[in-house]
């Protein structure tokens, strides 16, 4: 049996200044759905913060306010709400500006056909009622997620504390064989000098461990600002083309087109970008290609950077562990294996996605994507490591 829908469950909200289409519009509808009207669009956008309405219906000439700015002020403060725009005659410019600015559902010349009014009222409510349901499906979804994140990491612990004690192991040895052999050596100035060098670099070895371990387990929140994404890609070419030149590798970028209205922490995405760069980069033979592309993603709210080396690829065994924690195939004092598991862990706070495509012998192709806009996402990448 199919469930009798409520239309009184969700307010309408109605503003015109004149009192009597108030009132005519209270008889016509006040049987089937839950009114409120007013005739000050001030006072309406008090009712709009208060009651958050599923649909307003504005008229477009009010004296202080027109329908096109009252229902544009709705939708920058309320967009889910359904904005309906009156007009007593046939206002193609108020229409287009309402259109343009407010993000209309629909517009009616006055005098509106009551039947017609009906169901579109019906309609909208009825859109309203499944899009709160979605969002509440997804926010569900959401601490779904959270509480697997949340079980997945401790359950991490375990690996994360042996790939520490082993990474620490190593350069302890070499700081405690020197202090072993320090009381019969004290006077062997080349001793002295060697392993006091070897020391240094061991516990700034350690030190970095901590480091990167601290940012792993208590990554900072995005500091997020509207930058350019192209600039953050030049930025990291331009870092690492000395280490590019090093390694006799060419850089080629394709960057697409303006990208400067994206929201995003640049210092976390430059680490990310930094991060699968330089693994590339270690990963390739004199004479290989590096390829850096930014382009529109699958979706209209996405971007995507795609970063492609001509490598020796990633063998499918490794595949689903490169983004594990202290997961590594470099030799000792070349990387602890966190670089991309952090780079993972910021995407995952924008909101997005690594995605990894590798060929023996062939290359590797990291997919980063993101929302133009974290704040204004639906929620994490779907297709996603």
């Not at 062939?362 to 204004?376: D, H, R, S, Y």
Request: proline fraction near 5%; charge should be negative.
């Amino acid at each position: 049996m199919a469930e009798i829908f409520d239309y009184k469950m969700f307010p309408i909200l109605f503003v015109d200044d004149e009192r009597d289409a108030t009132e005519t519009f209270r008889q016509q509808f006040q049987d089937e759905f839950l009114l409120i009207l007013t005739n000050s669009p001030e006072e309406g956008l008090e009712i709009v913060r208060r009651e958050k309405p599923a649909v307003v219906i504005a008229d477009q000439k009010m004296p202080t306010l027109t329908g096109a700015q009252f229902l544009e002020i709705v939708r920058k403060e309320h967009p889910e709400t359904f904005r309906i725009l009156l007009t007593a005659y046939s206002d193609i410019a108020a229409i287009i500006e309402a259109v343009n600015k407010g993000e209309i559902y629909r517009y009616f010349a006055k005098p509106y056909n009551v039947a017609e009014m009906e169901i579109t009222l019906k309609r909208s409510l009825e859109t309203y009622k499944i899009a709160r349901e979605r969002d509440r499906l997804y926010r569900e979804k959401i601490e779904i997620f959270q509480k697997l994140s949340r079980t997945n990491r401790l359950a991490g612990l375990g690996h994360l504390a042996e790939g520490m004690a082993h990474e620490i192991r190593n350069p302890l040895v070499a700081i405690k064989t020197f202090f072993d052999l320090l009381p019969e050596k004290k006077e062997d100035y080349e001793f002295m000098t060697r392993f006091a060098e070897i020391a240094r670099k061991e516990v700034h070895r350690i030190a970095k461990l901590l480091d990167e371990l601290t940012r792993f387990a208590e990554p900072p929140k995005p500091c997020l600002m509207e930058v350019d994404l192209n600039e953050i890609a030049r930025s990291v070419i331009g870092l690492v083309e000395t280490e590019a030149k090093s390694h006799k590798v060419d850089i080629r970028s394709n960057l697409g087109e303006d990208f400067s209205l994206v929201v995003l922490d640049p210092e976390q995405i430059k680490q990310v970008l930094l991060n699968i760069v330089l693994n590339g980069l270690q990963a390739m033979s004199p004479g290989g290609l590096l390829e850096i592309e930014t382009r529109r993603g699958i979706r209209p709210n996405e971007i995507q950077i795609i970063i492609s080396d001509s490598g020796a690829g990633i063998p499918s065994e490794n595949m689903e562990a490169i983004f594990n924690p202290f997961f590594t195939t470099k030799a000792p004092n070349q990387g602890v294996g966190l670089g991309l598991s952090i780079a993972h862990q910021i995407i995952q706070e924008h909101k997005g996605s690594i995605d990894v495509e590798s060929r023996i012998h062939e290359g590797t192709k990291f997919i980063v994507t993101l929302p133009k806009n974290p704040l204004q996402a639906s929620g994490l990448g779907e297709h996603g490591v």
